[in-house]
């Protein structure tokens, strides 16, 4: 074993103290966090908000940052794992050399936004309705004018956040700008490692390559629609997602006809037992259930780096739902992964934000595969094979139709927070009608931007999901190669094995891209998902 230099040892000494700190109040965070979320109540959006603020606290200290750049700019530290440990420090805590007075009003207009968007809840007719029943009618209401007010009410929560919204970006763009970025969207590219040129590059060509069948699928879906609705001109309201992000049920074929017989988080956890990855510990200690007050959106947390891992999802028993839960569960075992590693704290965790948003889509698509679907229901070999050819169709719907609606964000984002003081409004729909295809509707001049979560909650992210679905593609296509020979993945522990030792147990240890590489032989490569899906 060779010894440590002095900048490796000045360096060790520095972590063990920081994570004696961190994992305390990190633990803290996600705990109220987690309460907030379940609640919805004030008191706990005031603790949230609290402990947030303290967690950026710990890495706003410039002395400290001074310290690490230091030690990187000597340039003695060979090696890997102190290395990259030190590289996710400098991210961490450049992003928070910001005064104090403006980390706390950040995280009290991110604590205030969260809190009403949980607690709100659209009206139809005078009477609140949840996003569950606003899902329920898009899917299933014939009734054009019920469906159109139902859009509308989940629209307006635009209206009750714009105010705030447009004050934290500017709150972001300020923080920016203090450590020498033109915006907030430049910095978080920067500090989430992924280049700007490169990411745009590889949206145009991923708009190039689905323009043509992604048309041809939308006149399909278009054309099923007016003739299950009756209808001549298809409007937003006509889709099965407020956003058109995913792909509407056209076929005369339901899934939730099965689905409704069978209660799905068993399913879930007999899957991933099957494969060799045990979630059952994670599914027990998760809150399934719609009640008032509980955020309307799903989403996993690790609480603490060492296993206890959490879902918060409000199930129903229908496909979007297993869908919802196999995803979930996916970064749920991705979290265990990596928690249960012998990999130092700063290092259990992903190797990128997207490569667990890759493991956790791969899973979700299963939903709709019959053969996948044939152990579960116990469905006939013909039941199975039909049930196939719809999910495969459906499928490759559904990722044509995000792979448009992600262009939407990314841009959408990019270009607010280089020029916030523009026309939202205007932004989102030229943008919309030209990736999407998705007509405005004549006259509308209200926040819609604003109503999706993510741009108030989770800012500059959702390019994560398409990068996820390019590595997903190509995983699985490795994984159907090499490790299940093109058979079905259910019970083959082979495959929960080369996941935990590929991707899961390398944490952060590696950038993205060569963890990507060491895991399938190459570099993240658009080419596996243009041939599956395009």
Not at 366 to 383: H, I, Q, R, V
Not at 422 to 440: C, I, P, R, S, T
Request: glycine content about 6%; charged content about 30%.
């Amino acid at each position: 074993m060779s010894l440590m230099t002095q900048k490796e040892s000045e360096l060790q000494a520095f972590i063990s103290g920081h994570e004696n700190a961190l994992m305390k109040l990190e633990k803290e965070f996600t705990l109220a966090a987690w309460a907030a979320e379940r609640s919805g109540s004030a008191a706990d959006f005031k603790k949230l908000e609290a402990a947030n603020t303290n967690l950026r606290l710990l890495y706003s200290k410039a002395d400290d940052y001074r310290k690490l750049t230091a030690i990187k700019a000597a340039n003695e530290i060979s090696n890997p794992l102190l290395k990259r440990q030190l590289a996710i420090l400098i991210n961490q805590y450049k992003a928070n050399q910001l005064p104090k007075a403006l980390l706390k009003a950040i995280s009290r207009k991110e604590a205030e936004i969260t809190k009403k968007t949980n607690n709100f809840r659209g009206k139809v007719n005078n009477k609140e309705v949840t996003q569950n029943q606003i899902y329920e009618v898009l899917e299933e209401s014939a009734d054009n004018g019920l469906r159109k007010k139902h859009w509308e009410a989940q629209k307006d929560v635009g209206l009750v956040v714009e105010k705030d919204l447009k004050e934290l970006v500017l709150l972001r763009n300020k923080a920016a700008g203090s450590l020498g970025y033109s915006n907030y969207y430049e910095m978080s590219m920067d500090l989430q490692e992924i280049d700007i040129g490169w990411l745009l590059e590889t949206f145009d060509e991923l708009y190039e390559m689905t323009e043509k069948p992604f048309l041809r699928a939308k006149s399909e879906i278009d054309a099923a629609l007016r003739k299950r609705l009756n209808i001549e001109e298809i409007m937003p309201w006509h889709y099965s997602d407020p956003y058109f992000q995913s792909a509407p049920r056209v076929e005369e074929f339901d899934y939730n006809r099965i689905y409704a017989k069978k209660e799905i988080i068993p399913i879930a956890k007999k899957f991933y037992a099957g494969i060799g990855l045990d979630v059952s510990k994670v599914l027990e200690n998760s809150d399934m259930f719609e009640r008032k007050g509980k955020s309307q959106h799903a989403f996993c947390t690790d609480i603490d780096r060492a296993g206890d891992v959490r879902i918060l999802m409000n199930i129903k028993n229908k496909v979007a739902e297993m869908d919802t839960l196999l995803h979930e569960s996916g970064h749920s075992a991705y979290c265990l992964g990596h928690d249960k590693s012998s990999l130092p704290f700063l290092l259990r965790s992903h190797a990128h934000i997207f490569t667990t948003e890759a493991i956790a889509m791969m899973f979700g698509k299963l939903a709709y595969s019959g053969t996948w679907m044939k152990e579960f229901f116990g469905l006939s070999e013909a039941e199975a094979d039909g049930i196939e050819k719809h999910g495969l169709m459906h499928v490759k719907r559904q990722q044509l139709i995000f792979s448009r609606w992600v262009q939407v964000m990314l841009r959408f984002e990019k270009s607010m927070y280089e020029n916030p003081g523009q026309d939202l409004n205007a932004l989102w729909w030229g943008l919309v009608e030209k990736y999407q295809h998705v007509k405005k509707p004549e006259g509308r001049d209200m926040p819609d931007y604003a109503s999706k979560t993510h741009i108030c909650n989770a800012p500059v992210y959702y390019h994560n999901y398409q990068l996820g679905d390019l590595m997903a593609a190509q995983v699985e296509d490795y994984m159907r190669k090499n490790i299940c020979k093109d058979k079905v993945i259910n019970g083959s522990k082979a495959v929960g094995k080369y996941l935990v030792q590929n991707i899961f147990s390398k944490g952060a240890s590696l950038e993205w891209n060569e963890m990507i590489k060491g895991a399938t032989g190459d570099y993240l490569n658009p080419k596996h998902f243009a041939e599956k899906y395009a």
